[in-house]
């Protein structure tokens, strides 16, 4: 069965590094997005993409954060400098169409010290 | 703007009891909605979503939910719970159409006892 799959599973960084999570969505998808939940709260939005473009942001997508689709298979979650609050699951996830499943991948955890 | 909302943080339940979980939403246009299990360690599974049509959904792992558009609710159900289905369960509400994300619950942890 298709699935998400993302990496690391889990990075440990110091306060003030850059990060780059990846992810390989499902290959006929063409929506992507990121979402985060930090520690005992719930799953929040933080970027879909489509086209090669953002389609849509939070709040908290501020201009530490940036994605891509480097190669037309990952796509890829950049913190330019991160800090303490950034600590938290996150997830990348991927749909064929608007409106359609929304598939999930199992997460990178993210400890920032 | 749209919002979820699970009143229940953590729920305990015997082996075999039923199951409910709660959820309320608000949102302005026509709802989609889901419910998803994450288990300790995994990503986000879809158990079940609702879009139109019969408002008792089937899903997987033999849950059901029912939406009921004057309560603003999709309530999620099993007759009869396995030790297996402890873990987070989250609701979630997006739009019908476009690529407007989904906003998800606080989510409720499920635990199971013999």
């Known amino acids: 069965e298709p699935e998400v799959t993302q990496t690391p599973s889990h990075q440990v960084t110091q306060m003030g590094q850059e990060v780059i999570l990846r992810c390989v969505p499902i290959s006929n998808h063409l929506y992507f997005y990121w979402y985060r939940q930090i520690l005992g709260q719930k799953v929040e939005f933080l970027v879909s993409?489509?086209?090669?473009?953002?389609?849509?942001k939070s709040e908290i997508f501020d201009d530490q954060f940036s994605v891509e689709r480097p190669d037309g298979s990952n796509f890829t979650l950049k913190i330019r400098s991160t800090k303490l609050e950034d600590s938290a699951m996150y997830f990348c996830?991927?749909?064929?169409?608007?409106?359609?499943?929304?598939?999930f991948g199992e997460g990178s955890r993210l400890t920032v010290l | 703007a749209q919002s979820v909302t699970q009143p229940d943080i953590h729920i305990t339940v015997s082996e075999g009891a039923s199951l409910e979980l709660r959820c309320n939403y608000s949102?302005?246009?026509?709802?989609?909605l889901f419910w998803y299990v994450q288990s300790p360690g995994q990503g986000l599974q879809l158990l079940l979503k609702?879009?139109?049509?019969?408002?008792l959904v089937q899903g997987i792992k033999g849950f059901e939910a029912e939406f009921k558009r004057s309560q603003s609710s999709f309530n999620l159900r099993k007759p009869s719970v396995h030790w297996s289905d402890a873990a987070e369960y989250f609701c979630a509400v997006g739009a019908d159409s476009g690529n407007t994300p989904l906003v998800f619950g606080k989510g409720t942890r499920l635990s199971v006892i013999a």
């Open positions: 993409f489509y086209n090669n473009e953002i389609s849509e």
């Open positions: 609702y879009f139109s049509g019969d408002t």
């Open positions: 996830a991927s749909r064929v169409l608007l409106g359609g499943e929304l598939f």
């Open positions: 949102y302005g246009a026509t709802p989609y």
